[in-house]
């Protein structure tokens, strides 16, 4: 039951911009803490960003001053605002449930990902 839609990714060059969406279905989104996932080529999935169901965020240190993170509760969607994008910041993005950084607990049910390219 649980829908997760990924939006937003592309190929850019180093120091362009992106905004990423997710559309959230199937469960209560309002009251879930919410995440960015990224999956690089060749590495396992990593928690990038983390936003409460009210509204307080957190980042990877890899990322901080780069990416914020937000989210709608009306509209069942969070956002990843990625700016002054790097060749390591390339990877598939996910969105899911992401309860803290110690302990995610990503539902077992994930979207197809958008993927982001940067290209030095």
């Known amino acids: 039951q649980v829908r997760l839609v990924e939006s937003g990714g592309g190929l850019v060059q180093a120091g362009e911009s992106l905004r990423l969406s997710c559309l959230a279905s199937?469960?209560?989104?309002?009251?879930?803490?919410m995440g960015w996932y990224r999956q690089a080529p060749g590495k396992g999935r990593e928690l990038v960003a983390q936003?409460?169901?009210?509204?307080?965020?957190k980042v990877a240190e890899s990322v901080k001053g780069r990416f914020t993170i937000s989210r709608d509760n009306d509209k069942a969607m969070i956002y990843l605002e990625m700016n002054g994008l790097r060749p390591e910041h390339t990877g598939t993005y996910f969105c899911?449930?992401?309860?803290?950084?110690?302990?995610?607990?990503?539902?077992?049910?994930w979207g197809q990902g958008t993927q982001v390219t940067v290209s030095s």
């Open positions: 199937g469960f209560d989104f309002w009251i879930t803490s």
């Open positions: 899911n449930r992401a309860v803290s950084f110690s302990g995610p607990t990503p539902y077992a049910s």
């Open positions: 936003i409460s169901s009210i509204g307080t965020t």
